[in-house]
């Protein structure tokens, strides 16, 4: 059965509102579906990873669910009632792809996660401010440009917008805006300036770094203490840092690489404090939900939190959101690890639909094992689902 979505040979093209693709059709008529029927569809797989409690309610022409629901809050390591900060609104942010090659499935999951989370909030009629960032100024997008030797925003670029592509087969909503690095450089600069002033960082030889010790909770949303983080970890050692620990806000310039001008001379920002200068143009320093990929916890939120409140006392996140790992042999994918499968390699074999099917069948939060025998069996699944 599974070969009816298997070898699909017209993959969804970057989709319109109204867009249509097929199922294919192999000895039955083709299963078409636009995107706005789609968006219809009851999301009755991930409906069941939220705690909800509903009632309805008369409101206009008809009936609309009134429906509180939980989220799990990594900040509180509990469950929480969402309640946002403006009534009938929420804002959220998501932090998106480094962009400098192809998205895992890994990626797909995060985005499909949230993507379910944007419709549920959107069917219960809250008015959605949906922020997912690129990253398009990183060192890993600068070592792959050298060894393609290419232009560092050009390569950005060109995978930003194959990630669209990928985004648009999984049948997930574009956010509401998604911002680059390279777009926001002065609302970064101001962002460090105001760290500084506020005694919360210091420079050194053009990098200016920012001091966990002047954050003293520093560590809440993970759980871990600055002692038990082991310097050369996940960056070289820095003689010059007054704390190991302490993270770079701005990178002096290094021949050859992309730079802006700042007030410390030419360079270019650290990765945390992109998502925080970004959050913070189009949600201001206090709105509902921040989410991502667990990875994401330790060191970059972490550091998100210590700088958005160095820079403003009012910075308040009212949910921390992560959801779980993809799995292979019960090791986590990742690029480092050379364990990890594209979207564009699986769906080369799947529907896009299934592998969406898939990612949406385990709660959110839990790890996922990615195997042949579930992706055989969510492709199975599609194929009935399509023929009600």
């Given at each position: 059965?599974?070969?009816?979505?298997?070898?699909?040979?017209?993959?969804?093209?970057?989709?319109?509102?109204?867009?249509?693709?097929?199922?294919?059709?192999?000895?039955?008529?083709?299963?078409?579906?636009?995107?706005?029927?789609?968006?219809?569809?009851?999301?009755?797989?991930?409906?069941?990873?939220l705690?909800t409690?509903?009632?309805?309610?008369?409101c206009?022409?008809?009936?609309?669910?009134?429906?509180?629901?939980?989220?799990?809050?990594?900040?509180?390591?509990?469950?929480?009632?969402?309640?946002?900060?403006?009534?009938?609104?929420?804002?959220?942010?998501?932090?998106?792809?480094?962009?400098?090659d192809?998205?895992?499935?890994?990626?797909?999951?995060v985005?499909?996660?949230?993507?379910?989370?944007?419709?549920?909030?959107?069917?219960?009629?809250?008015?959605?401010?949906?922020?997912?960032?690129?990253?398009?100024?990183?060192?890993?997008?600068i070592?792959?440009?050298?060894?393609?030797?290419?232009?560092?925003?050009?390569?950005?670029?060109?995978?930003?917008?194959?990630?669209?592509?990928?985004?648009a087969?999984?049948?997930?909503?574009?956010?509401?805006?998604?911002?680059?690095?390279?777009?926001?450089?002065?609302q970064?600069?101001?962002?460090?300036?105001?760290?500084?002033?506020?005694?919360?960082?210091?420079?050194?030889?053009?990098?200016?770094?920012?001091?966990?010790?002047?954050?003293?909770?520093?560590?809440?949303?993970?759980?871990r203490?600055?002692?038990?983080?082991?310097?050369?970890?996940?960056?070289?050692?820095?003689?010059?840092?007054?704390?190991?620990?302490?993270?770079?806000?701005?990178?002096?310039?290094?021949?050859?690489?992309?730079?802006?001008?700042?007030?410390?001379?030419?360079?270019?920002?650290?990765?945390?404090?992109?998502?925080?200068?970004?959050?913070?143009?189009?949600?201001?320093?206090?709105?509902?939900?921040?989410g991502?990929?667990?990875?994401?916890?330790?060191?970059?939120?972490?550091?998100?939190?210590?700088?958005?409140?160095?820079?403003?006392?009012?910075?308040?996140?009212?949910?921390?959101?992560h959801?779980g790992?993809?799995?292979?042999?019960?090791?986590?994918?990742?690029?480092?690890?050379?364990?990890?499968?594209?979207?564009?390699?699986?769906?080369?074999?799947?529907?896009?639909?299934?592998?969406?099917?898939?990612?949406?069948?385990?709660?959110?939060?839990?790890?996922?094992?990615?195997?042949?025998?579930?992706?055989?069996?969510?492709?199975?699944?599609?194929?009935y689902?399509?023929q009600?």
């Open positions: 059965m599974a070969t009816l979505v298997k070898c699909c040979q017209h993959l969804p093209p970057l989709l319109s509102p109204n867009s249509a693709f097929f199922l294919p059709s192999i000895g039955c008529r083709p299963w078409r579906l636009t995107r706005t029927q789609y968006a219809k569809k009851p999301i009755m797989g991930f409906c069941k990873n705690s409690d509903a009632e309805k309610v008369r206009g022409d008809g009936e609309i669910p009134n429906i509180g629901f939980h989220l799990f809050n990594t900040m509180s390591k509990q469950k929480e009632a969402f309640s946002p900060k403006t009534p009938g609104k929420v804002g959220m942010y998501v932090c998106g792809v480094t962009a400098y192809f998205s895992h499935i890994g990626h797909a999951r985005y499909v996660s949230f993507d379910v989370l944007y419709r549920y909030l959107q069917h219960l009629k809250y008015e959605v401010n949906y922020v997912r960032n690129f990253t398009d100024v990183d060192d890993k997008i070592t792959r440009a050298n060894e393609l030797r290419e232009d560092p925003l050009s390569l950005s670029k060109r995978f930003c917008e194959e990630f669209h592509v990928d985004m087969h999984l049948q997930c909503l574009p956010p509401t805006v998604e911002p680059r690095v390279s777009d926001h450089m002065s970064i600069i101001d962002m460090i300036k105001q760290i500084l002033d506020n005694g919360c960082a210091y420079t050194v030889d053009g990098d200016v770094y920012f001091c966990i010790d002047k954050f003293p909770n520093y560590g809440r949303l993970s759980g203490k600055v002692e038990d983080n082991r310097a050369g970890e996940r960056v070289a050692v820095d003689s010059r840092k007054a704390n190991p620990a302490d993270f770079a806000l701005w990178k002096s310039a290094k021949p050859g690489e992309p730079y802006w001008e700042s007030p410390w001379g030419p360079g270019r920002p650290g990765w945390h404090i992109e998502c925080s200068a970004m959050s913070a143009a189009y949600l201001g320093h206090s709105f509902d939900i921040h991502g990929g667990m990875d994401l916890v330790f060191p970059h939120h972490e550091n998100e939190i210590a700088q958005s409140c160095a820079a403003c006392t009012e910075s308040n996140i009212g949910y921390w959101i959801n790992f993809v799995t292979v042999d019960s090791e986590k994918m990742s690029k480092s690890l050379g364990n990890f499968f594209t979207i564009r390699e699986v769906i080369d074999w799947y529907h896009p639909l299934a592998l969406r099917l898939f990612l949406m069948g385990t709660h959110y939060r839990s790890p996922i094992n990615y195997s042949t025998a579930q992706l055989e069996s969510s492709s199975d699944r599609l194929f689902i399509y009600v």
